[in-house]
């Protein structure tokens, strides 16, 4: 053997020595296993990208509807606006209660003037003036007598002679009164004439 061929036949023994270590079919399994798992990591991180973005777009739809409601519809009054209405309505308040007060003393008043009132009409109807002192009817009834136009004359000692009636149509009559003629004759005469 020469040189050359045992250099050759080290080669060949070392071409099979590998050659063991090289198997075609594990190299193609290895690389089909890595395959497999690439496409499942890509399988998965699609999925996991998918559901990234579907939470994104619920977040998205939730922030939008916080901003929307963060929002003051124009309606709605603005804080200054309803500090102040409620300033308006607490003056308002105290204003009526004022008024309610001044009203409650008011009525207060008038109940105890109309429980006077009451009492000072109970005493007048309790009481009898006429009783009270000793009055003469007699100048009122003359009074009254010459309102409807008729005047009694009277002689010196104090007697009825006769009554001057004035008419309706402003005609004046006398009535004479004598003792033979009733009492009930002459009113009625004179009643007659003063309507007439």
């Not at 890509?42 to 939730?62: C, F, P, Y």
């Not at 409807?148 to 009535?175: F, M, N, Q, T, W």
């Not at 009930?184 to 007659?192: C, F, N, P, S, T």
Request: aromatic share 2%; with cysteine.
């Amino acid at each position: 053997m020469t040189i050359g061929s045992l250099q050759l036949q080290e080669v060949v023994e070392n071409i099979r020595s590998i050659s063991e270590l090289l198997a075609p079919e594990d190299d193609c399994r290895t690389i089909t296993e890595v395959q497999d798992q690439i496409d499942e990591e890509s399988t998965q991180r699609r999925v996991e990208l998918e559901e990234v973005h579907a939470n994104l777009k619920a977040l998205a739809r939730v922030f939008e509807a916080a901003r929307a409601s963060s929002i003051r519809p124009p309606s709605v009054p603005s804080a200054e606006q309803h500090a102040g209405s409620l300033n308006r309505l607490d003056a308002s308040r105290l204003s009526l209660a004022k008024e309610l007060n001044d009203t409650e003393g008011a009525l207060a008043s008038r109940q105890a003037e109309l429980s006077q009132l009451k009492e000072e009409f109970r005493q007048l109807e309790e009481s009898d003036p006429a009783a009270e002192h000793d009055l003469d009817a007699t100048p009122l009834r003359l009074s009254v007598y010459r309102g409807l136009g008729i005047e009694p004359i009277l002689v010196k000692s104090g007697s009825l002679d006769r009554v001057l009636v004035e008419s309706a149509s402003r005609d004046i009559h006398v009535v004479k009164f004598s003792n033979s003629a009733r009492d009930d004759d002459l009113v009625e005469q004179v009643w007659k004439l003063a309507l007439s």
